[in-house]
């Protein structure tokens, strides 16, 4: 398929059409309303169905609904329609339903503003709703990754029977870059033998959350937790800049904010200061391992964020105070350029000297 | 080859439009783009701009601080944006609406009268499109017939609008290549 | 010997959980009755709520989910759109549809959803011990409103129906009673017709069961019984409120039963 200029949110649109999702229910909220603009064009065309839900509530717990019968189906948000949707979230996890939700994150807390941000970290990689579950969670980087990760992503929450939440700010849902449908690997996915299908020459099928028993809700517990101890094992992903040339600073940063230290990592190497960088591109599983080898090369880290430092929690998780962690970052829209990172590196490696 | 140019002005005067079609130009063309809109409240009245970045290599940071090049089709576009280009860059100044001179003397400058030309060829609202052929004239970034072939392929359907701003387009160019600084 | 009276095949074998003289084992048996006698069990798929039928999906012998509270009418909007084949169902007492849930109750019935709903309005939260819920009567004393409600500050009891009727949207909307056989019988026609538009493609069906809850009420069955009849019928007046033609005159269900 030749490439094609599309807006990010487009893009996460057609992916998931290319992805066998015919069904979409969601609510509109800037800035990812493109999502449902499009599919409500897009889906009718294919055979499938758009609805617009009354509340991000109702759309989690249709998409549950959706889930439940074994059909691949897709919501999208930004931040503050995904805190409504949160209840639907937990009892999503707690069904071990495969769904595929998009954050098009903003700035918050609260209603917060509508320009690009990364505060939804925290949100997204801890659960977000209540109890102990997890998200996969991918983070792309530009408008061919988003789409990508949509097509991996509904295989992933096949693959394991769990919420994927495809995570970007604002710029990648309303930015335009080339992009072209690939088919992803595809992946050998166990049956659906839990759909709820009607029980017709078979024993009737429950899907639930509910466990009143202490042992069997613990039991759910545990296959959860084994399950996150798999995608660790089988689906971290990542990618790296500029390591292959030796470097005295890491950065760390994912999504936008990556592409923003890449230009500065350009500018540096121009002046002839090489700097490092691994992208995250699964946020959960993060990739704990990855982050810490690339540290151990370097004199100090780096970690870049549209936020006021959510995922340098997990920075520090992985160095494990071997080397000192440094934060630069930006909220509510302002978005870090790539000369303020070009200083942060500077009076870095000024340390050094001293 | 990296260029970078924010195509301002107010919202409704198509400059997401042409910023789209340069894009869509340089992807056609073999080119690294990205294109990134101003959004919210900004997109009805105020200012609209958007970002676009032609590049040999993948497109790094999108949002861009310090532009090479800049279309100012209003006064507070001018104003905002001109202070930040990058010197040796150029600046396209839609003199219908912007009553000063450019106040950079490192940057080149073609001053067009887009909307008064717009008129000349049938419909004011084409100014985007003079600004655009302008743009090419002098920055000469991109062959024309790739320009020219996004126009084409936009306004498909409408064979009258591609021909009005195919027209636009040309006019601008010729103006600017009047200027100095020829385009391929 | 001849089986005059069995088990349908839509309930399990199951004891439920439900307190003495509760009357949601009558609505199940109607609710599975109604799947027996239309063939459509094996289609079937209920959604329970969250209250004192939370557990029903032990009780129906069918393919079952468990919605969070309120939200069973968005769940139903889920499986019914990505399997319009399916007969889709949920089961919701008055906390669950008319407080929690009356965003997803409103707009599942104004898209027209083709799915059917029980609505068993028994004027009190059970699960959680006797709080006042919308359907409260006035001056009914509740855990929550120990002196009576008071609709000068809770306002006045929800009757659904009514509120439902006035969404242009066609819907079939019933009320009926499940606490003496001879609104059994009537409340059986509903549900059997409810399920009837369903699997015809017709519309949005809610069936809302008036019924007595002894444990909370402080009331021995029979007791129960006379104060439902008593008090809640002049308030929550039975019969079919819509049907999909438009008629929006209160009929009584005998008349609309097929």
Same mark, same amino acid.
């Given at each position: 398929?030749?490439?094609?200029?599309?807006?990010?949110?487009?893009?996460?649109?057609?992916?998931?059409?290319?992805?066998?999702?015919?069904?979409?229910?969601?609510?509109?909220?800037?800035?990812?309303?493109?999502?449902?603009?499009?599919?409500?064009?897009?889906?009718?065309?294919?055979?499938?169905?758009?609805?617009?839900?009354?509340?991000? #509530?109702?759309?989690?717990?249709?998409?549950?609904?959706?889930?439940?019968?074994?059909?691949?189906?897709?919501?999208?948000?930004?931040?503050?329609?995904?805190?409504?949707?949160?209840?639907?979230?937990?009892?999503?996890?707690?069904?071990?339903?495969?769904?595929?939700?998009?954050?098009?994150?903003?700035?918050?807390?609260?209603?917060?503003?509508?320009?690009?941000?990364?505060?939804?970290?925290?949100?997204?990689?801890?659960?977000?709703?209540?109890?102990?579950?997890?998200?996969?969670?991918?983070?792309?980087?530009?408008?061919?990754?988003?789409?990508?990760?949509?097509?991996?992503?509904?295989?992933?929450?096949?693959?394991?029977?769990?919420?994927?939440?495809?995570?970007?700010?604002?710029?990648?849902?309303?930015?335009?870059?080339?992009?072209?449908?690939?088919?992803?690997? #595809?992946?050998?996915?166990?049956?659906?033998?839990?759909?709820?299908?009607?029980?017709?020459?078979?024993?009737?099928?429950?899907?639930?959350?509910?466990?009143?028993?202490?042992?069997?809700?613990?039991?759910?517990?545990?296959?959860?937790?084994?399950?996150?101890?798999?995608?660790?094992?089988?689906?971290?992903?990542?990618?790296?800049?500029?390591?292959?040339?030796?470097?005295?600073?890491?950065?760390?940063?994912?999504?936008?904010?990556?592409?923003?230290?890449?230009?500065?990592?350009?500018?540096?190497?121009?002046?002839?200061?090489? #700097?490092?960088?691994?992208?995250?591109?699964?946020?959960?599983?993060?990739?704990?391992?990855?982050?810490?080898?690339?540290?151990?090369?370097?004199?100090?880290?780096?970690?870049?964020?549209?936020?006021?430092?959510?995922?340098?929690?997990?920075?520090?998780?992985?160095?494990?105070?071997?080397?000192?962690?440094?934060?630069?970052?930006?909220?509510?829209?302002?978005?870090?350029?790539?000369?303020?990172?070009?200083?942060?590196?500077?009076?870095?490696?000024?340390?050094?000297?001293? | 080859?990296?260029?970078?140019?924010?195509?301002?002005?107010?919202?409704?005067?198509?400059?997401?439009?042409?910023?789209?079609?340069?894009?869509?130009?340089?992807?056609?063309?073999?080119?690294?783009?990205?294109?990134?809109?101003?959004?919210?409240?900004?997109?009805?009245?105020?200012?609209?701009?958007?970002?676009?970045?032609?590049?040999?290599?993948?497109?790094?940071?999108?949002?861009?601080?310090?532009?090479?090049?800049?279309?100012?089709?209003?006064?507070?576009?001018?104003?905002?944006?001109?202070?930040?280009?990058?010197?040796?860059?150029?600046?396209?100044?839609?003199?219908?609406?912007?009553?000063?001179?450019?106040?950079?003397?490192?940057?080149?400058?073609?001053?067009?009268?887009?909307?008064?030309?717009?008129?000349?060829?049938?419909?004011?609202?084409?100014?985007?499109?003079?600004?655009?052929?302008?743009?090419?004239?002098?920055?000469?970034?991109?062959?024309?017939?790739?320009?020219?072939?996004?126009?084409?392929?936009?306004?498909? !359907? !409408?064979?009258?609008?591609?021909?009005?701003?195919?027209?636009?387009?040309?006019?601008?160019?010729?103006?600017?290549?009047?200027?100095? !600084?020829?385009?391929? | 010997?001849?089986?005059?009276?069995?088990?349908?095949?839509?309930?399990?074998?199951?004891?439920?959980?439900?307190?003495?003289?509760?009357?949601?084992?009558?609505?199940?048996?109607?609710?599975?009755?109604?799947?027996?006698?239309?063939?459509?069990?094996?289609?079937?798929?209920?959604?329970?709520?969250?209250?004192?039928?939370?557990?029903?999906?032990?009780?129906?012998?069918?393919?079952?989910?468990?919605?969070?509270?309120?939200?069973?009418?968005?769940?139903?909007?889920?499986?019914?759109?990505?399997?319009?084949?399916?007969? =889709?169902?949920?089961?919701?007492?008055?906390?669950?549809?008319?407080?929690?849930?009356?965003?997803? &109750?409103?707009?599942?019935?104004?898209?027209?959803?083709?799915?059917?709903?029980?609505?068993?309005?028994?004027?009190?939260?059970?699960?959680?011990?006797?709080?006042?819920?919308? &359907?409260?009567?006035?001056?009914?004393?509740?855990? &929550?409103? +120990?002196?009576?409600?008071?609709?000068? &500050?809770?306002?006045?009891?929800?009757? =659904?129906?009514?509120?439902?009727?006035?969404?242009?949207?066609?819907?079939?909307?019933?009320?009926?009673?499940?606490?003496?056989?001879?609104?059994?019988?009537?409340?059986?026609?509903?549900?059997?017709?409810?399920?009837?538009?369903?699997?015809?493609?017709?519309?949005?069906?809610? =069936?809302?069961?008036?019924?007595?809850? +002894?444990?909370?009420?402080?009331?021995?069955?029979?007791?129960?019984?006379?104060?439902?009849?008593?008090?809640?019928?002049?308030?929550?007046?039975?019969?079919?409120?819509?049907?999909?033609?438009?008629?929006?005159?209160?009929?009584?269900?005998?008349?609309?039963?097929?």
């Amino acid at each position: 398929m030749a490439k094609k200029l599309m807006k990010g949110c487009e893009a996460i649109g057609e992916a998931a059409i290319q992805a066998g999702c015919r069904h979409f229910f969601g609510y509109p909220i800037t800035p990812q309303s493109e999502v449902p603009e499009y599919l409500s064009r897009r889906l009718p065309a294919v055979g499938g169905v758009f609805v617009q839900a009354e509340s991000e #509530v109702a759309a989690s717990n249709m998409i549950l609904g959706a889930a439940a019968t074994g059909t691949r189906v897709l919501t999208t948000s930004s931040s503050p329609g995904i805190s409504l949707m949160s209840e639907g979230i937990s009892y999503i996890a707690g069904c071990e339903l495969p769904v595929v939700l998009v954050n098009i994150v903003r700035g918050g807390p609260g209603l917060g503003g509508i320009l690009p941000a990364q505060s939804d970290y925290n949100q997204a990689t801890r659960g977000g709703g209540h109890g102990d579950y997890h998200l996969l969670v991918l983070a792309p980087a530009s408008v061919q990754e988003a789409a990508d990760l949509i097509g991996l992503g509904f295989d992933l929450a096949d693959k394991y029977r769990n919420p994927v939440m495809v995570i970007g700010d604002g710029m990648i849902g309303q930015m335009m870059e080339p992009v072209e449908f690939r088919k992803s690997p #595809v992946l050998d996915l166990p049956p659906k033998d839990w759909a709820l299908t009607g029980a017709r020459g078979r024993k009737a099928r429950i899907i639930t959350s509910l466990f009143l028993n202490g042992e069997e809700l613990e039991a759910l517990n545990l296959r959860l937790k084994a399950k996150y101890e798999r995608m660790a094992r089988e689906d971290v992903r990542f990618s790296t800049y500029n390591v292959e040339a030796g470097y005295d600073v890491l950065i760390v940063a994912y999504g936008t904010t990556a592409r923003i230290c890449q230009t500065a990592i350009d500018l540096l190497r121009e002046k002839g200061v090489s #700097v490092g960088m691994i992208r995250p591109i699964t946020l959960y599983p993060y990739p704990y391992e990855a982050v810490a080898k690339a540290a151990e090369a370097a004199r100090a880290v780096l970690t870049v964020e549209m936020s006021m430092g959510q995922m340098i929690d997990d920075v520090k998780l992985s160095v494990l105070g071997k080397r000192p962690i440094h934060f630069h970052g930006h909220a509510g829209g302002v978005i870090p350029t790539p000369d303020e990172v070009v200083e942060r590196i500077h009076s870095i490696r000024a340390g050094f000297q001293s | 080859m990296q260029v970078e140019v924010v195509m301002a002005g107010f919202g409704g005067q198509g400059l997401m439009l042409i910023g789209k079609l340069l894009a869509e130009a340089g992807m056609e063309a073999g080119l690294e783009v990205s294109w990134l809109p101003s959004y919210g409240p900004e997109m009805r009245g105020g200012t609209a701009n958007c970002t676009v970045v032609i590049s040999d290599r993948p497109v790094g940071s999108p949002i861009v601080k310090n532009p090479r090049d800049v279309v100012a089709m209003n006064l507070p576009s001018l104003d905002k944006f001109e202070p930040v280009m990058k010197a040796g860059g150029f600046l396209v100044i839609n003199s219908a609406l912007i009553n000063r001179e450019a106040s950079r003397s490192d940057v080149h400058v073609c001053r067009v009268p887009a909307n008064e030309i717009a008129l000349q060829c049938g419909n004011a609202r084409a100014a985007n499109m003079v600004a655009l052929g302008a743009y090419i004239g002098c920055a000469g970034i991109l062959p024309i017939q790739r320009i020219e072939h996004a126009i084409q392929e936009t306004f498909e !359907k !409408k064979p009258e609008l591609a021909k009005l701003n195919l027209q636009a387009f040309a006019r601008g160019l010729e103006l600017a290549q009047g200027q100095g !600084k020829g385009a391929q | 010997m001849q089986t005059l009276f069995e088990r349908p095949e839509s309930l399990q074998t199951t004891r439920t959980h439900y307190c003495p003289g509760c009357t949601h084992g009558i609505i199940h048996r109607l609710v599975a009755e109604a799947l027996d006698e239309l063939g459509v069990r094996e289609n079937a798929v209920g959604v329970s709520p969250v209250g004192c039928s939370v557990l029903a999906y032990y009780y129906f012998n069918c393919d079952f989910v468990e919605a969070a509270h309120g939200r069973a009418p968005a769940v139903a909007t889920g499986i019914k759109r990505t399997r319009p084949d399916l007969t =889709v169902f949920t089961y919701q007492g008055d906390g669950d549809l008319a407080s929690i849930g009356m965003a997803e &109750t409103v707009h599942a019935a104004n898209r027209g959803e083709k799915i059917m709903v029980i609505f068993v309005n028994n004027a009190i939260y059970g699960m959680t011990g006797g709080q006042m819920a919308p &359907t409260t009567l006035p001056g009914q004393v509740a855990s &929550t409103c +120990p002196s009576g409600r008071d609709v000068n &500050t809770a306002g006045w009891p929800i009757r =659904v129906v009514e509120l439902l009727s006035s969404l242009v949207t066609p819907a079939y909307l019933a009320r009926v009673a499940v606490h003496r056989p001879q609104y059994v019988v009537e409340a059986k026609r509903a549900i059997v017709q409810a399920f009837r538009n369903q699997i015809e493609g017709r519309c949005y069906s809610m =069936v809302e069961c008036l019924s007595i809850c +002894p444990t909370n009420w402080g009331m021995t069955g029979r007791d129960s019984c006379d104060w439902l009849e008593k008090n809640m019928i002049p308030y929550y007046p039975l019969g079919v409120v819509k049907t999909p033609e438009g008629s929006s005159s209160r009929a009584r269900v005998a008349t609309q039963g097929a």
